[in-house]
């Protein structure tokens, strides 16, 4: 019983999906499918959040941790899944014939990034990986326009299964050196094998996979070009979810295997990747790619946190994890809103915004703002906890590039900002915005501004879980 | 002796079939020599000691996967019968950062040390049961997952196949 | 052949997928390249475990898991080339570029 | 009743009553804002005379533990500085209120903004805590662009990116120079009071101190770091305006003055030679500037630069010489004239702007006779700029002077040479614009000089700059023991 | 009363006048008049009732703290201070009164009135004032008040620009004045006067090598103030102001300031030989360079105001000299006759709407008989006719010249003296003795009287100073504590001379019947052009120093918008380019994005392998 308390968020999912599954064969309606995933999340939710507390293994030893540090990142998984869940109550951007599937495509996407952070052995670890992986790409293939969402889905796929090959060679090399594909043992043998530089190798190969998903340099490249033309509701799931999953498998993969090659390494894609994206997204004029650009960077400021390799590191990573998504849901709720009928959302289309719906300017504001780094968001002492980890390990230099970057990318922002918020709209009909929405706007900006003033308690969650990296 | 040539040949088939495939002009010349390598990789996991593997790689890549290849480039007839002209700085470069990143691996492979097996395994380390045991026992989750895995995949790829409806 | 030999095959045959995927312009040759890369990944699992881990199984069931996964890309990759395809008329890697900037 | 907490609570309430308000209650939002206003200003007034500036130091200690991993507090308490500066922000908060009174465009979002424009000022003003701080300071900056952007006039998307493209450099630099001193310290507290007790090693804090001083001092409109300011005033709207320079400027100041004196004093005495040169160029650099613009506010931006340049003079002085506490006092003294000037510069401005809608100089001239009211308000703030004894800004500079001729004549006999300056610019204002015979174009607004309504923030402010120019002890007294404590660290 | 309350009547009374009759009766011209005029008043009073108590302790009390400086404010009640008030209060009042007159038809007389409450507020601050910083502030002050006078006219370009530039050159004299003030506090830690010129503990004492340098810098305000070369070319524009102000300031109060800061601080002076022959040098050059400018001016006020300069020149010399008798005496009859001069022109002025001599003498000036012989006096004072008053106060000058025995500063002044006959008489004549006399019919309806009794109730207060002050003399020594010395007839007998020659050349070239109207100094074009353009020295510094100044603006303004913002701009354009740059890497061709990216994770490969 217990066993399968410790496993209640996937299996909260698991159960929803079989429904799910079902949906289509009986010939439910969207909303059904649509209600039943949300519920499903909600489920998991709290599912995550009762068991937060506990630890245990649920499947043969080794295999599957259910930890402080899994349940944190499971629960934020399943807010953010939820909260895509209510965002798409309508993906018009999608293929109309796959709406009711479209929800157990994500609900598993999201079982499998649980799976991911509860994996303590690489089979387990790369299948999950893979479970997270496929539904997305099949939902970006689902787009429905008869234009770019093939080329979107095609990049996007390519690039991934690129990565997770890379992945993938790179476990067989740590395979090798262990002997083994437990981590358990990965940690008893490592003392032994420093010295390998296969095995630093193979660590990064296998590091890869989820820079992949995170969309650091240098697998950045889909980013853009995947966010623009996917559908809108799959790009929310990608820039929220999915980042999530990613930043606590690299926190997990670092904390068990750290070496200054891979700190050092992480330290220069995080440069790299924080530089470009925003230096890339100062030209850009669709919203989508300019998000995909800053999600790039976004991904450089995480990595000064893993790169650390130390627990305060980790901490703010996650932290900064959690806060990337609710200010991410905040940004691209309103790009599903307002560009439901549109498949590319040039800031042009944002004009006037704070006219035809105040609360999405007012949403869109608050993500923004947190994107940027300003008080009183979650964006703003995200970034002070990144920077205050990377200072504890003196770098300086590393923290005044990273901030040096935040400068590059007020630019960016406020275009969009001006556009929705500061110029009259072009065309006035309001936004016509359902209650559900709403809701979720209201508690989006609610946890951006939460999290951003009394972080005192989720900044110790964070702390504790990565307590529970080791 | 026999053994080891054909070993050998395997491993040249290997070998032969990248070859193939990364320099094939025609996509049908690509298959075949995906199909050739899947062949040799198959002979070299006999003489790994799996032959319950090589047979799977048989069956679901050569027999399943390569097959599935073989119907989708159907698709694109026209440019397997008419190659389009190569591009060649395109291929050079792409076998530069191929060649970049076997010597990367390679130099750091030479030096490589690996644990040897502390003990005599036991006996029936290699047989096939021991595999369905761990799939059934240890790795029963994994085993679980990628049937979601497939069943999803499978819903997806008729879903992304289908032809779209006129969206109204 | 010693373990090195193996894993310098696997190395080549990673590479040469590589190359492929890299190269070609055809999508399902850009596949077959990544399907090369994923093979070389099972090499390695398999020649670890003839000559490195104490319990061969283990690599052999990740070879295995690794097919049905592969199986699984392909189908999807598939289905997605035909989506492209129909939209398209063409599937050529270097005429897939509208998203671009 | 914690009185810092309840001045900052006040704005925060408006705040949030503001946001619940329905747009359209125009009248309701102003008279809410108003109010507010007033009762920060009284709450502010509280503070100043029940400082007990006899004992000196930080009172009225407010402690909560806020994030208690890394040793984040809620800790506000105010200082000699902090209880003028308050009171200043209070002012300039109520008297902005009143000078946008007439505003018509989206007066909701306006006030939302400037309110919380006014509770990053407070907040900065009395956190003792770094991040808090920081925070604050970051609140403060931000809808500066917004209020630019929307309500503002003339190249108004260039002024307001630049301003926030340079203050937001400047937090790049403070980002890592404050996150420095927390690590370097290794208390695991961001309590300046506590972060005070530790004494850091002189090479860090040589290392360390640029970042601070910079990062603030681009918000202090520091020469060479001060091309957003009089871009920026010239865009924004006239309470805009007089916050921007009111107080918004003087929160660069104050935090070279909370973190980087108070912090790293070695640091601090290391590099004020550099940086009094720096200022004392800023300081002549902006007269002569100034003395070319053909804009009003233009003029009044660069006469900031100047003026702040006295400021962060004083501030680098203070840390060298016999003359420190002059140089302190001066600079803090300053830091409140050239607030309320400024504010009552820009208030009069807009004014004159909102009517004529011009602010180029050439096109005015008499308007003195057409505006008589309104003219002699900003004839008043510049007497003040020249630095006019009887008005509050001659005893901050008069304090500098002092300390400059004593630390560095040279520099010393320059800024005071300055004052020639500074009087050739005010007057070339005056000149152009209120003097000579009166133009035509500007008849009609003779039936619209200042009255009633409209006369009473400026001439809270008038009175606040004569009342301090003839009883500086009012300010001296409040700051004096603040000023010796600190001088205590060099 | 007590001392406190006539000191506080006697400086602060104008100042609510000032406030009232400027913001609360600005529409009630009649009653601001009256407000200020009560103020002014009062302050008299009080001042006369402190010249009544006697010298006595100075006040002092508390002003401010900082550092180690110690300000206080209060009244410094000695002889000098005491007279000297009475004066200053005596001749606003007789300003505002003969105002009433000058300036009925103004518009915007509430403002004048109210402005002329705050000189008088300033001025009379400044007098008692007891601590040097209180002086100061007083001092900029004045200058604040005077340049709202001078710029009443504010509509008129001239008048503005005259203002504009009274202040700035003034501003220039008070930066040395600042610098040197300042630099006495380290030295002393306070501004109080009697403690710094105690000649056993004060500066004196204290400075050592610097006090040079310090009264110097002193010296230099004081050149500002009053006007005295390089820096005087700033009160012949002062003209531009009403001609009540041109009485006011360039009398008794205004430049005055600078002698009497002078006087006031007689002792440092003395004490600093070096600054002695520089303002001796400055002040002679100074008399001699604007007699030489007034003897060819035709516009009355003109050589009226090179006149001051002149004769603020003789103060200053006198002072030099070692005299601190003369130099008061001479400010104080000076006061009084240059008063009365300004005030007689003024009804000139008024009346006739012309400030040129010619023109007036044509249009019949001597008709206005009462104002010609205010004239005449004020004019024979000026000139140092005995036994008028300037003569005693102007011999107190040539003796202490003559007993300081600086040879070359005693011919100066003779020659300066000279000069200034020969143009007061040149005056004199061309308004009382013209060639010609154009008979026009006046309409005196609109103007009223041409000498109402306003206007010459004063101009007879102040004739009868300027018959009678320089009687006193031995009672203002008294004053400040000094027994005048007896001069021996024989000693005066060149300055009666000059004086007598002056005026007799002047008769010769413009009073007599055939006289050819034209100076001799005509003879030599040369010169003549000289002095009637100033001796060029606008020009000069509008070549030079405005000329700088443009150029230094104009250098910073291109500094800032070329340097700084065109470069902040340039860091933007080059941040998006590099952005384009940046995204041109995203060309859309997944081969490319996967090539690069194996080529980096081949990098990172060989980084880690290589190690």
């Not at chain 1, 899994?70 to 399943?78: E, G």
């Not at chain 2, 198959?42 to 890549?61: D, K, T």
Request: hydrophobic content about 55%; proline content about 4%.
């Amino acid at each position: 019983m217990s066993d399968a308390l410790l496993f209640a968020p996937e299996l909260a999912l698991i159960v929803t999906g079989l429904a799910l599954f079902a949906c289509p064969i009986f010939e439910f309606r969207y909303r059904t499918a649509w209600l039943l995933a949300a519920a499903g999340g909600a489920l998991s939710l709290a599912a995550a959040l009762l068991t937060i507390d506990m630890s245990g293994q649920p499947f043969a030893v080794g295999i599957y941790r259910v930890d402080f540090f899994s349940q944190f990142a499971k629960a934020a998984l399943a807010l953010g899944f939820v909260l895509v869940a209510v965002i798409s109550h309508r993906p018009e951007t999608l293929d109309r014939s796959a709406w009711v599937e479209f929800p157990m495509f994500l609900l598993f996407a999201t079982l499998g990034a649980m799976m991911m952070v509860s994996a303590t052995e690489l089979l387990t670890l790369y299948i999950a990986m893979e479970l997270a992986a496929y539904p997305l790409y099949i939902g970006v293939a689902l787009h429905r326009s008869t234009g770019n969402g093939g080329e979107s889905a095609t990049k996007y796929m390519v690039q991934g299964m690129i990565a997770s090959a890379v992945s993938l060679y790179g476990m067989s090399f740590l395979y090798g050196v262990f002997g083994s594909t437990y981590f358990s043992d990965f940690v008893q043998q490592l003392p032994a094998a420093t010295g390998q530089p296969l095995l630093w190798i193979g660590t990064a190969l296998l590091l890869s996979g989820f820079l992949f998903k995170l969309g650091a340099f240098p697998f950045h490249f889909w980013t853009p070009d995947t966010y623009q033309a996917a559908p809108h509701e799959v790009v929310t799931y990608l820039a929220t979810v999915s980042k999530v999953a990613a930043i606590a498998l690299l926190c997990r993969l670092t904390a068990l295997m750290t070496d200054v090659q891979i700190t050092t390494l992480l330290m220069w894609l995080s440069i790299a990747a924080m530089t470009l994206g925003n230096f890339a997204a100062l030209i850009q004029q669709d919203v989508k790619r300019l998000l995909g650009y800053s999600a790039i960077a976004h991904a450089g400021y995480v990595l000064i946190g893993v790169q650390t390799g130390a627990q305060l590191g980790f901490s703010s990573a996650l932290f900064y994890a959690l806060g990337y998504l609710v200010m991410s849901v905040a940004c691209f709720l309103v790009i599903c809103e307002v560009g439901r009928d549109s498949d590319l959302i040039s800031i042009d289309a944002l004009k006037g915004l704070h006219q035809r719906s105040p609360l999405m300017a007012a949403t869109l504001l608050i993500g923004l703002f947190g994107l940027i780094g300003l008080p009183p968001t979650v964006g703003f002492i995200g970034k002070w906890f990144l920077f205050s980890a990377a200072l504890e390990q003196g770098q300086f230099g590393l923290v005044l590039v990273a901030a040096a970057n935040s400068v590059v990318a007020l630019y960016y922002y406020l275009i969009v900002l001006r556009a929705a918020y500061l110029e009259e709209a072009v065309d006035a009909a309001p936004v016509s915005v359902s209650p559900w929405v709403r809701l979720t706007a209201l508690a989006s900006m609610a946890m951006v501004l939460v999290l951003g003033t009394f972080p005192g308690r989720f900044w110790d969650m964070a702390a504790r879980a990565a307590q529970a990296l080791g | 002796m026999i053994e080891q040539a054909v070993l050998y040949l395997f491993v040249g088939l290997v070998l032969l079939g990248g070859l193939m495939a990364a320099f094939a002009r025609q996509v049908l010349y690509a298959i075949i020599g995906l199909g050739v390598a899947l062949l040799g990789l198959s002979g070299v996991f006999l003489f790994l000691g799996s032959p319950f593997v090589a047979a799977m790689q048989l069956l679901i890549y050569i027999g399943g996967i390569t097959v599935a290849i073989v119907f989708a480039m159907m698709l694109s007839i026209s440019m397997a019968v008419q190659p389009p002209q190569s591009h060649r700085g395109k291929s050079a470069l792409a076998v530069v950062a191929g060649a970049l990143f076997f010597a990367a691996v390679f130099v750091a492979m030479r030096g490589a040390e690996f644990p040897s097996p502390a003990g005599a395994l036991p006996a029936d380390a290699w047989a096939i049961s021991r595999i369905g045991h761990l799939l059934l026992n240890a790795y029963n989750v994994v085993f679980e997952t990628l049937s979601v895995v497939l069943l999803l995949a499978i819903v997806g790829a008729i879903l992304i196949a289908r032809r779209e409806r006129k969206t109204a | 052949m010693t373990l090195e030999s193996y894993l310098a095959l696997g190395l080549a045959l990673f590479s040469l997928g590589l190359v492929a995927a890299l190269s070609q312009r055809n999508l399902i040759a850009v596949l077959i390249g990544i399907e090369l890369m994923m093979n070389a990944a099972s090499l390695n699992f398999m020649a670890f475990n003839r000559y490195v881990v104490e319990d061969p199984a283990v690599g052999q069931v990740f070879v295995l898991i690794i097919i049905g996964l592969a199986a699984a890309e392909v189908a999807i990759f598939l289905s997605i080339i035909l989506r492209l395809y129909r939209q398209r008329r063409e599937i050529d890697s270097e005429h897939i570029t509208t998203l671009k900037g | 009743m914690p009185i810092l907490s309840s001045i900052l609570l006040v704005p925060i309430l408006t705040l949030c009553l503001l946001l619940l308000m329905p747009a359209r209650a125009v009248s309701a939002i102003r008279w809410l804002c108003a109010l507010s206003g007033l009762a920060a200003s009284a709450l502010s007034l509280k503070l100043f005379f029940a400082y007990d500036s006899l004992a000196g130091g930080l009172q009225f200690s407010e402690h909560v533990s806020w994030v208690e991993g890394v040793g984040i507090s809620y800790h506000v308490a105010a200082d000699g500085f902090g209880t003028v500066l308050i009171l200043l922000n209070s002012l300039v908060y109520f008297t902005g209120v009143l000078t946008m009174w007439d505003l018509g465009h989206r007066v909701k979002e306006y006030f939302v903004f400037m309110v919380l424009l006014v509770i990053g000022v407070y907040g900065v003003f009395m956190s003792q805590d770094l991040f808090f701080l920081f925070f604050f300071y970051e609140i403060a900056v931000v809808p500066m662009y917004p209020l630019i952007l929307v309500w503002g006039s003339g190249n108004k998307d260039y002024a307001a990116m630049k301003l926030m493209v340079f203050l937001l450099a400047g937090s790049a630099l403070l980002f890592p120079g404050l996150l420095a001193i927390y690590h370097e310290a290794g208390m695991q507290t961001f309590d300046m009071v506590a972060l005070a007790t530790h004494s850091f090693d002189a090479e860090f804090q040589v290392f360390c101190y640029p970042f601070i001083y910079l990062g603030f001092g681009v918000l202090a409109g520091m020469f060479p770091f001060h091309g957003w300011s009089p871009t920026g005033h010239v865009a924004a709207p006239s309470a805009v305006s007089m916050l921007h320079a009111g107080v918004l400027m003087k929160l660069g100041a104050f935090g070279v003055l909370a973190v980087g004196m108070r912090l790293l004093p070695a640091g601090a005495v290391y590099w004020a030679p550099t940086f009094s040169v720096l200022a004392a160029i800023g300081i002549i650099y902006g007269a002569f500037v100034a003395m070319r613009q053909s804009d009003f506010k233009f003029v009044i931006g660069f006469s900031s630069v100047s003026h702040m340049g006295v400021v962060l003079l004083g501030l680098n002085l203070a840390t060298l010489g016999k003359a420190g506490a002059d140089a302190l006092n001066g600079a803090v003294f300053q830091m409140f004239a050239h607030g309320v000037m400024t504010a009552l510069f820009f208030s009069t401005v807009g004014f004159i702007y909102d009517r004529a809608h011009s602010k180029t100089l050439a096109d005015f001239g008499g308007l003195g006779s057409q505006m008589p009211r309104a003219v002699s308000l900003f004839i008043i703030a510049g007497l003040c700029g020249a630095g006019l004894p009887g008005l509050a800004s001659f005893w901050p500079e008069l304090l500098v002077f002092l300390a400059a001729l004593e630390t560095y004549p040279i520099i010393g006999v320059a800024i005071i040479g300055g004052l020639v300056l500074t009087a050739v610019y005010i007057l070339r204002v005056f000149a152009l614009a209120f003097y000579g015979p009166p133009n035509p174009r500007w008849e009609g607004l003779r039936t619209q000089d200042m009255r009633g309504m409209q006369l009473l923030p400026r001439a809270i402010l008038v009175a606040v700059l004569v009342f301090f120019g003839f009883y500086p002890n009012a300010m001296l007294n409040t700051i004096n023991q603040t000023t010796a404590a600190l001088l205590g660290r060099f | 009363m007590d001392t406190l309350t006539l000191a506080l009547l006697a400086t602060l009374s104008p100042l609510p006048a000032f406030f009232v009759a400027l913001v609360l009766l600005n529409n009630r011209p009649s009653m601001a008049q009256a407000v200020a005029i009560f103020g002014t008043a009062l302050a008299l009073l009080g001042s006369v009732g402190l010249l009544l108590q006697g010298p006595t302790e100075p006040l002092r009390f508390a002003w401010f703290s900082s550092g180690q400086i110690h300000l206080q404010f209060g009244f410094l009640l000695d002889g000098m201070s005491l007279m000297f008030g009475v004066a200053v209060a005596l001749i606003t009042l007789c300003v505002m009164i003969y105002s009433l007159g000058y300036m009925a038809a103004d518009p915007g007389r509430a403002r004048y009135f109210a402005m002329l409450s705050l000189f008088a507020w300033a001025m009379l601050s400044f007098v008692y004032a007891v601590d040097l910083l209180q002086s100061f502030i007083f001092w900029e002050l004045v200058g604040l008040a005077s340049f709202f006078l001078i710029g009443f006219w504010y509509e008129k370009p001239e008048a503005s620009a005259a203002a504009r530039k009274a202040f700035l050159m003034t501003r220039i004299g008070d930066v040395g004045l600042f610098i040197g003030i300042l630099m006495i506090l380290p030295l002393t830690n306070n501004f109080d006067l009697p403690a710094l010129l105690d000649p056993d503990t004060g500066l004196v004492k204290l400075a050592g090598p610097a006090l040079s340098t310090i009264t110097l810098l002193i010296f230099m305000g004081i050149v500002g103030k009053s006007a005295q070369f390089p820096l005087h070319t700033w009160l012949p524009d002062a003209m531009e102001g009403p001609t009540p102000v041109s009485a006011l300031l360039h009398s008794a109060t205004m430049v005055a300031a600078g002698v009497y800061l002078m006087a006031r601080l007689h002792p440092l002076f003395m004490a600093a030989p070096d600054t002695l022959h520089i303002v001796l040098a400055v002040a002679a050059f100074t008399a001699l360079l604007s007699a030489t400018i007034a003897m060819v001016a035709t516009d009355i006020k003109k050589v009226l105001a090179y006149s001051s300069i002149s004769q603020l020149g003789f103060m200053l010399m006198g002072l030099a000299a070692g005299s601190l008798f003369a130099g008061v005496f001479h400010l104080i009859t000076h006061a009084v006759f240059k008063a009365l001069l300004f005030l007689c022109s003024g009804v000139y002025i008024h009346h006739f709407a012309t400030n040129d001599m010619r023109e007036i003498g044509r249009r019949g000036g001597r008709s206005l008989g009462a104002t010609t012989l205010g004239l005449a006096i004020g004019a024979g004072a000026l000139a140092g006719l005995p036994p008028l008053a300037g003569f005693f106060s102007k011999e107190e000058i040539f003796a202490a010249l003559g007993h300081e025995g600086s040879t070359l500063f005693y011919i100066a002044a003779l020659i300066a003296a000279f000069l200034t006959a020969y143009y007061t008489a040149r005056m004199f004549f061309l308004i009382a003795l013209p060639d010609e006399v154009v008979k026009e019919h006046h309409d005196d309806s609109h103007h009223g009287s041409p000498q109402p009794i306003v206007m010459l109730a004063p101009i007879a207060l102040l004739a009868i100073g300027a018959v009678g002050l320089g009687f006193f003399g031995a009672a203002i020594a008294a004053q400040l504590g000094l027994v005048p010395a007896h001069h021996e007839i024989a000693s005066m007998l060149p300055a009666v001379g000059v004086v007598i020659l002056g005026m007799a050349l002047a008769y010769f070239d413009y009073g007599r019947t055939a006289a050819p109207r034209r100076g001799f100094i005509a003879a030599v074009p040369a010169l003549h052009a000289l002095f009637v353009n100033k001796w060029y020295i606008d020009e000069f510094y509008r070549a030079v120093f405005v000329r700088l100044n443009d150029a230094l603006s104009a250098l910073f303004f291109a500094i800032e918008s070329r340097f700084f913002d065109d470069g902040f701009d340039q860091v933007g354009h080059s941040a998006i380019r590099a952005g384009s740059g940046a995204s041109r890497l995203q060309n859309g061709w997944v081969q490319f994005y996967a090539g690069a990216t194996m080529f980096f994770v081949g990098l990172a490969a060989l980084y880690i392998g290589l190690r």
